[in-house]
């Protein structure tokens, strides 16, 4: 995990899976960790307007709220910057090549019909790679990076952390599946 | 679009795609659901339908089978189930294992890693739960309805069975399902499907004196007593050949067995089917179609195997995802209908109406 930082200038897309179509130099020299890192935070509001979504307003740091499509960075990016999504998917990866890898994306953003696509290995994050295989959960945002500078189109993909299996969660879905069992019994009618 | 009569059948398939579900008509408003699949709405194909031709679906579903756990057969059954308040719901004898139930209840707490499979299985297992309900299980040679209904003034025997899985078929799973349950400390996943196809549960409808055979997706398993030539030999299907045939598994060549085409179905069967479009995984190829042409002419598939380019609205995210993704195709961007209608016990010939993608095969 890279560390976090408060100075604007300093994007590293490689750490972050942040990935710009346009201005790639420029985030390769930052630090931004993960969104979980950075202490991002998302809220959406059920319609448009309806909310305090001030559409492409800035948020101030002492009120670090995003609404509807926006992911307001906390920490990493400076006081006026924000990653501004416009597509999200939660992917699946089906299988892994030398160079990409396949996988299944779920529309996260319009319940739209799921997606196949072969993804580039490079745009993930070296940190994220030993947890690319077969089955893996990722993450894939697709917006607009907001400066002060100006406005880039990125993306961000992250894959899933989860814990190892504990013992407590096997135990408990053991328990929970024997007293399904007793309730639901075999009929003949 | 008005309903079947109460003296005609109808079986209709959709296909989305990546997707099968059959509906059955059995007379006299019944009906029975076989699997769901989604439309690109990712509303229930059964569903919607039924209620576009104004189907009391809380009265008039009298079963429903969820024929295996495998996504393009399962999508949207916990909410026809949900729906359909009066049906009985029939699962694979295969998945009714404790062990089964411990699978997806370890599952269920982190969905994103479930399967839609499992999801669907484990809504339907909840609802169950709670109305402390139950369930039948399919199994070789098994009756799972069975009534005696008066149609045209006359008697008639509706009934249905499952074929499958084999008793060896249904053992063999107990044992992978108990090995995909994980074990403590080892790294989450999604869950695995189960494959091959063997504990698939596939049915022989009677309707008076028509037949029905409906495939599910059951493989041959490639051994002198492989679930095809098992099923040719029951003794539930030596009284009459099927006029119907729901063909499995997509027409792949690991379903086939020239003995159900010789033996099981009636000179110029209806074949209807479903293709099967999953990455680079097509099906049924043209080598399929030509070779089930070679024993009817009468094939009907909801759409063709081929995938629809996936195109985002917004044209910033479009550049952006062609930059970072090749082959992005729609998952479910074929939608097809085969709807065949026939007057129950009558010598006429069977109505087939194509709708969306649908399409009839011809060399």
Redesign the interface.
């Known amino acids: 995990m890279g560390t976090t930082s408060t100075d604007s200038s300093m994007v590293k897309s490689g750490e972050a899976g942040l990935?710009t179509?346009s201005v790639k130099p420029d985030f390769r020299k930052s630090s931004i960790d993960s969104i979980e890192a950075l202490g991002m935070q998302v809220k959406h509001v059920p319609k448009k307007g309806t909310g305090t979504h001030s559409g492409h307003s800035f948020f101030p740091r002492s009120a670090p709220i995003a609404v509807t499509s926006y992911v307001h960075f906390t920490k990493g990016l400076g006081r006026r910057e924000y990653f501004e999504v416009?597509?999200k998917w939660?992917g699946?990866v089906?299988?892994v090549k030398s160079e990409?890898f396949?996988a299944?994306l779920v529309d996260e953003t319009s319940?739209?019909?799921?997606?196949?696509?072969?993804?580039?290995m490079e745009?993930v994050d070296s940190e994220d790679k030993s947890l690319l295989?077969?089955?893996?959960?990722f993450y894939l945002s697709?917006?607009?990076l907001n400066r002060t500078s100006g406005r880039i189109?990125?993306?961000l993909m992250r894959f899933?952390r989860?814990?190892?299996?504990?013992?407590d969660?096997?135990v408990k879905?053991?328990q929970?599946?024997?007293?399904?069992?007793k309730?639901?019994?075999?009929?003949?009618? | 679009v008005p309903g079947p009569k109460a003296n005609e059948l109808e079986v209709s398939i959709f296909g989305p795609g990546y997707g099968e579900s059959i509906l059955i008509h059995i007379g006299n408003k019944s009906w029975i659901v076989v699997d769901s699949c989604v439309d690109e709405s990712k509303q229930p194909a059964p569903l919607k339908y039924l209620k576009s031709i104004g189907v009391d679906v809380k009265t008039d579903v009298k079963l429903i089978v969820v024929t295996h756990w495998h996504d393009d057969h399962i999508r949207g059954i916990s909410n026809v189930f949900r729906e359909c308040e009066t049906a009985s719901v029939v699962f694979s004898a295969a998945l009714t294992p404790k062990e089964f139930f411990t699978l997806a209840e370890t599952y269920k707490s982190i969905p994103s890693l479930a399967s839609t499979g499992i999801q669907e299985f484990s809504n339907i297992i909840s609802m169950l739960g709670r109305k402390k309900d139950s369930f039948k299980f399919a199994a070789a040679d098994r009756i799972l309805y069975r009534q005696e209904a008066t149609i045209d003034g006359g008697k008639k025997t509706i009934q249905v069975s499952s074929l499958s899985p084999s008793d060896m078929n249904i053992e063999r799973s107990f044992h992978q399902i108990s090995k995909m349950i994980p074990k403590d400390g080892e790294k989450k996943l999604r869950l695995p499907s189960l494959n091959p196809n063997n504990v698939a549960v596939a049915l022989w409808v009677q309707i008076g004196d028509e037949r029905i055979l409906l495939g599910s997706d059951l493989e041959c398993d490639n051994s002198d007593t492989g679930n095809w030539t098992v099923i040719v030999n029951s003794s539930l299907l030596i009284d009459s050949k099927a006029f119907v045939f729901k063909v499995a598994h997509h027409g792949s060549p690991t379903s086939y067995n020239p003995m159900v085409w010789n033996r099981v179905l009636g000179p110029n069967v209806h074949a209807m089917l479903t293709p099967f479009v999953n990455g680079p995984h097509k099906l049924p190829s043209d080598d399929d179609l030509n070779r089930i042409a070679g024993f009817t002419k009468n094939i009907f598939v909801t759409s063709r195997p081929a995938r629809r380019k996936y195109r985002h609205p917004d044209n910033a995210v479009q550049k952006r995802l062609e930059e970072m993704a090749s082959n992005l195709f729609v998952e479910n961007g074929n939608f097809g209908h085969v709807k065949l209608r026939k007057e129950i016990d009558s010598n006429r010939e069977p109505e087939v109406e194509l709708d969306g993608a649908a399409f009839q095969f011809s060399r």
Do not use: C, F, M
Not at chain 1, 176 to 181: R, T
Not at chain 1, 183 to 189: A, F, L, M, R, S
């Open positions: 990935n179509a416009k597509q939660v699946i089906t299988k990409s396949s299944r319940n739209q019909s799921d997606i196949v696509a072969d993804l580039l745009d295989q077969v089955g893996a959960i697709i917006g607009y189109r990125a993306s899933k989860e814990p190892e299996w504990s013992h969660e096997l879905a053991q929970k599946a024997e007293l399904l069992s309730e639901i019994g075999w009929t003949d009618k």
